[in-house]
């Protein structure tokens, strides 16, 4: 009887990777031209955010968008009348998956359903042929 509520505390209280990173990451666009505009397949443009990284010509703002974790996507990526289609397939970040499966192992479930446990590759914006 006294475990009851210690055992509904575990269960719903989802693992790390939700709470610390939430349902989506950022994915940072390499090689970006300035006017690079990012569209779902669905035609719905996704708002750029902007991150400070180290380039080859020195510290550069690096556009990012934000994706969910749950799926994969297809993105569209515009830049002065070009267009290239990018795919992305989400894969398991493995250092979520050992830090929930260390400290929180019941969770742990919770992200691995709720795909917080994955993350996607870095997106190659260049139109460089």
Known sequence: M???PLIFVVLAVPGCATVLQGYDVAVPLRNAPDSVRV????GMELPLE???????NGIVLA???RLRTAQDHTLLLRSG???KRVRLYRHLDIRWAAVDLLFFAVPSFYDAYTGCWNTFPDIDASFAP
Not at 50 to 56: A, Q, V
């Open 2 to 4: 006294l475990f009851q």
């Open 81 to 83: 009348g070009t267009e």
């Open 50 to 56: 902007g991150k400070l990284i180290m380039g080859r």
């Open 39 to 42: 569209f779902t397949e669905e």
């Open 63 to 65: 556009p990012e968008v």
